[in-house]
């Protein structure tokens, strides 16, 4: 099984980030997708969700709704969180989560907001 984060980096204030989980070695579309983040000194934090059914119904926290999207791709076997208004309160090592029959997780990457 790979789950695999890319698309972090550094970013300006009001800029915007695109990231991407590719996955591999389960049955993608059998699975709800996640987004966490944790910042330094703080708790693992859930971002976004985007089921496995109903078209991919999503849900998302308070503090990002309105300025992220998730998307997922099952033909790909991929799901994508776009930032939007990003903010250094959004600094974060941001991990790729897959719920099902088991449940696996990326490695992370990085985004810092900073000027």
């Known amino acids: 099984v790979q789950v695999v984060e890319s698309g972090g980096g550094l970013v300006q204030p009001g800029g915007s980030l695109r990231l991407s989980c590719a996955t591999s070695?389960?049955?993608?579309?059998?699975?709800?997708m996640r987004w966490f983040r944790q910042a330094p000194g703080k708790e693992r934090e859930l971002v976004a969700t985007i089921t496995n059914v109903g078209g991919g119904r999503t849900h998302y926290a308070d503090s990002v709704k309105g300025r992220f999207t998730i998307s997922r791709d099952d033909a790909k076997n991929t799901v994508s969180l776009q930032m939007n208004s990003l903010s250094p309160e959004d600094t974060a090592v941001y991990y790729c989560?897959?719920?099902?029959?088991?449940?696996?997780w990326g490695q992370g990457t990085q985004v810092t907001v900073s000027s």
């Open positions: 070695g389960f049955t993608f579309r059998s699975y709800v």
């Open positions: 989560n897959a719920v099902g029959r088991n449940v696996y």
